[in-house]
């Protein structure tokens, strides 16, 4: 995969977290929720780190 596919990859997730964040009801948020968030913007920290290398 060359590297504008991954960072259209990126983007492309990025967007839909922003877009599954943004439709979430404050009131029905849990911790795990937040964790996994915060796992899944790690995961595309690090697929963006790997990319500019």
């Known amino acids: ?3 504008n ?3 259209n990859q ?3 997730r990025l ?6 964040i ?3 009801n404050p009131n029905e948020v849990k ?4 964790d996994e968030w915060i796992g899944l913007l790690d995961q595309l920290e690090e ?4 990319v500019s290398k």
């Open 5 to 7: 596919q991954t960072m």
């Open 15 to 20: 967007e839909q977290f922003i877009d599954d």
């Open 47 to 50: 697929k963006v780190k790997s």
């Open 1 to 3: 995969m060359d590297e």
């Open 10 to 12: 990126i983007k492309n």
């Open 31 to 34: 911790v795990e929720d937040i």
């Open 22 to 24: 943004d439709h979430v």
